[in-house]
């Protein structure tokens, strides 16, 4: 399968590993474009026989995925606040990554905030490089809760007072304590982090495609599903929206900097 109608996403198959390279300048946000392209994306290399292993990575060694674009999060209506049957968008292509039946991989080692740790959230394995890879769950700060998966995600992962911790203190957590809670699987040095990914990715592409979904299949079964409260986790993001202070305090945020470059490898002013 070809992977050459992409502006968003740098993208090369060999022997059985699909990697996805971000390349949206010039902070890696989560905007509309990079929204529908990650979509696509998911859904063509889910169909692709040829693929057992996706990795995901940067162009940009100081931002995997910034965060989500908050101007989308301001054009959002703010009068649905009624629990939803549906997966919103932004859930269902996140699921596309953890569902999908191949081994999937994110290689961080820049910035992942909001969105971009929801992102990185949905993947079977996320390793990080150390001294350089942070994530946050920011939302709380600009009036809101997060609102692509991190509520449902993060509690498995770490544990309630460590998920709290995240949402509610929303401070950036280096890649030592990531790996430390369980934030990712491993945490190494920058010369070390792609060497080992491409070890795994190779060993895991040598088995039969059947076999991995089946094993991905057989221990999402013994986590029950983990995912039943995304509908919740919207309502609440959705009613949160309609706040007063979530109008005023993204607006802050744009005001003071947010989503340049220079601020957000600064103090960012979530």
């Avoid at 990080?128 to 890879?133: D, E, R």
């Avoid at 190494?188 to 991995?212: M, T």
């Avoid at 221990?219 to 202070?245: H, K, W, Y």
């Amino acid at each position: 399968m070809a992977y050459d109608d992409y502006s968003l996403l740098r993208v090369a198959v060999a022997d059985g590993i699909a990697r996805a390279t971000v390349d949206n300048p010039p902070i890696n946000l989560a905007d509309l474009a990079l929204i529908v392209e990650a979509d696509r994306f998911a859904r063509e290399v889910a169909e692709d026989d040829d693929v057992r292993v996706l990795i995901v990575d940067s162009a940009d060694p100081d931002f995997f995925v910034a965060h989500a674009d908050v101007t989308l999060l301001q054009g959002l209506p703010t009068d649905d606040t009624a629990l939803h049957d549906e997966l919103s968008a932004f859930h269902a292509i996140v699921e596309r990554f953890r569902t999908m039946p191949k081994a999937t991989i994110a290689i961080i080692e820049g910035i992942a905030r909001g969105g971009g740790s929801e992102f990185a959230l949905a993947f079977d394995m996320r390793f990080a490089a150390l001294g350089k890879a942070i994530f946050a769950q920011p939302e709380v700060s600009v009036g809101i809760i997060p609102g692509g998966g991190a509520t449902q995600r993060l509690p498995h992962l770490l544990g309630r007072g460590r998920a709290l911790e995240v949402i509610l203190g929303g401070d950036d957590i280096d890649a030592a304590t990531a790996e430390r809670w369980g934030y990712v699987n491993r945490a190494l040095p920058p010369r070390e982090l792609r060497p080992f990914v491409d070890a795994l990715a190779a060993r895991i592409a040598s088995f039969p495609l059947d076999v991995i979904a089946r094993a991905k299949q057989a221990v999402d079964t013994a986590l029950g599903d983990p995912m039943s409260g995304l509908n919740i986790e919207d309502q609440l993001f959705r009613q949160t929206l309609a706040l007063p202070d979530a109008a005023q305090r993204m607006q802050a945020f744009m005001d003071a900097g947010g989503q340049t470059r220079d601020v957000e490898l600064g103090n960012s002013p979530f």
